[in-house]
């Protein structure tokens, strides 16, 4: 099937178009077309970790299904905003990932925060996590967490990815990352963003142990 793609700023620059159209598989992703840009073209291929994704002028995420005759389009970071990663997903996270987004030769301090699936608490025996979230707002907190942290520590960077579905104990449910060009800064950006991802951000988390199940901070 195909598709138009769109670009943007830098993205236009690395492509050296500013739309063409591209075949892809059918139930393809974005995620497969952004593997398949990076093939096509790949001076753009290190700048994609740090770009948004729309398509039909929504913005998605890298599992978000692609529709023939779809328009898809690559965002650089805007003018005042905060640059990174924001995003909400449904499957395995890498902290590779984050670390990729917020990674430079001016960050001289780079902390990052992986959060995993305990397998107990309370002494109760947990056997599994769900996670669900109202992802379109949970990205634009996400973001707004990333704007706070650039203006109170100016030139730090900061990514966040946070995984939806059903996780056992292990698998990791959110990945950080901090950049900036001190570690003080980076360690506090990172701090920041965790505290303030639990306070607001639009994400629930339903625990399943041997004797029973809750939603957390609603009790039994």
């Not at 650089?76 to 990663?85: D, N, Q, S």
């Not at 990052?112 to 056997?127: D, P």
């Not at 992802?135 to 990514?159: C, D, F, H, N, Y």
């Not at 570690?183 to 142990?209: M, N, S, T, Y």
């Amino acid at each position: 099937m195909s598709i138009t793609v769109l670009y943007f700023a830098a993205a236009r620059e690395r492509a050296g178009v500013s739309r063409e159209s591209l075949d892809v598989p059918p139930g393809a992703r974005v995620a497969d077309v952004l593997a398949l840009l990076s093939a096509l073209h790949p001076s753009l291929a290190p700048l994609l970790p740090h770009l948004r994704v729309a398509v039909e002028q929504q913005f998605v995420g890298l599992d978000s299904p692609v529709s023939p005759n779809a328009e898809l389009a690559l965002i650089p970071p805007v003018a005042g905003g905060a640059p990174g990663l924001f995003a909400v997903v449904d499957r395995p996270l890498q902290l590779a990932q984050v670390v990729d987004a917020v990674a430079g030769e001016t960050a001289g301090g780079l902390v990052t925060f992986s959060g995993a699936v305990r397998n107990q608490t309370q002494g109760r025996r947990v056997l599994r996590l769900e996670y669900e979230a109202y992802a379109p707002m949970a990205e634009a907190k996400l973001e707004e967490i990333g704007e706070e942290v650039a203006r109170s520590w100016p030139g730090t960077r900061l990514a966040i990815v946070h995984r939806v579905g059903t996780l056992v104990p292990g698998e990791l449910a959110v990945v950080i990352a901090a950049a900036s060009a001190h570690r003080k800064e980076a360690f506090r950006g990172c701090e920041h963003a965790i505290e303030r991802l639990k306070q607001d951000v639009p994400i629930w988390k339903k625990e399943f142990f041997e004797d029973g199940e809750v939603w957390v901070g609603l009790g039994p």
